[in-house]
């Protein structure tokens, strides 16, 4: 996985103890990106089962998408564009292009970048990306903003955020209920 430097990573663990509280975490990153009007490069990481997708489903519900969310295991990526008011003037809509992606089919890290998905990591959109993992380490592989890796316990589920970027510093801060790390 991508390091970065001490200094710019922020850490944060949540608890989640049902799908509610999936879908809770899901609403306060969502929250923070209708806030901002901008968008975020996610990694969610995790074994399969995990929740990567669950959360995924819950950032773009709580984002405003309504209708059927797919998962893109078979499609590599599905496209969503979300309508959010202008910090600048309530009166106009800002338009947020979301990008859902899903790498659990790559067998070489090359093929993101053949796949020419590049152009959607220019820090304008959402990418939210599942098994990053299978893409790390091509040319170009963008440094997220905030990784969430999800790890089934007991309890439910374990959600361990690592910010790498100021954006998501700030997004992990707007998540209240996180723990700090």
Same mark, same amino acid.
């Given at each position: 996985?991508?390091?970065?430097?001490?200094?710019?990573?922020?850490? !944060?663990? &949540?608890? /989640?103890?049902?799908?509610?509280? #999936?879908?809770?975490?899901?609403?306060?990153?969502? +929250?923070?990106?209708? *806030?901002?009007?901008?968008?975020?490069?996610?990694?969610?990481?995790?074994?399969?089962?995990?929740?990567?997708?669950?959360? !995924?489903? &819950?950032? /773009?519900?709580?984002?405003?998408? #309504?209708?059927?969310?797919?998962?893109?295991?078979? +499609?590599?990526?599905? *496209?969503?564009?979300?309508?959010?008011?202008?910090?600048?003037?309530?009166?106009?809509?800002?338009?947020?292009?979301?990008?859902?992606?899903?790498?659990?089919?790559?067998?070489?890290?090359?093929?993101?970048?053949?796949?020419?998905?590049?152009?959607?990591?220019?820090?304008?959109?959402?990418?939210?990306?599942?098994?990053?993992?299978?893409?790390?380490?091509?040319?170009?592989?963008?440094?997220?903003?905030?990784?969430?890796?999800?790890?089934?316990?007991?309890?439910?589920?374990?959600?361990?955020?690592?910010?790498?970027?100021?954006?998501?510093?700030?997004?992990?801060?707007?998540?209240?209920?996180?723990?700090?790390?």
């Amino acid at each position: 996985m991508p390091k970065a430097p001490p200094s710019t990573r922020i850490e !944060a663990t &949540a608890a /989640l103890a049902d799908p509610l509280a #999936t879908d809770a975490l899901g609403e306060r990153i969502a +929250a923070f990106l209708r *806030s901002t009007g901008q968008g975020l490069n996610i990694h969610l990481c995790g074994d399969l089962g995990a929740g990567k997708t669950s959360l !995924a489903r &819950a950032i /773009l519900r709580g984002l405003g998408v #309504t209708g059927r969310i797919k998962s893109p295991t078979f +499609a590599l990526v599905e *496209s969503y564009v979300v309508q959010i008011p202008s910090v600048l003037d309530i009166r106009q809509n800002l338009s947020l292009y979301c990008y859902h992606f899903d790498f659990y089919r790559f067998t070489d890290p090359r093929e993101w970048l053949d796949a020419g998905f590049r152009e959607y990591f220019d820090g304008t959109a959402l990418c939210l990306v599942e098994w990053p993992e299978k893409a790390a380490g091509s040319e170009h592989w963008p440094l997220p903003d905030l990784r969430i890796t999800l790890e089934v316990v007991a309890q439910g589920r374990i959600a361990s955020l690592q910010a790498y970027s100021p954006r998501g510093a700030a997004c992990l801060a707007g998540a209240a209920s996180c723990d700090p790390a």
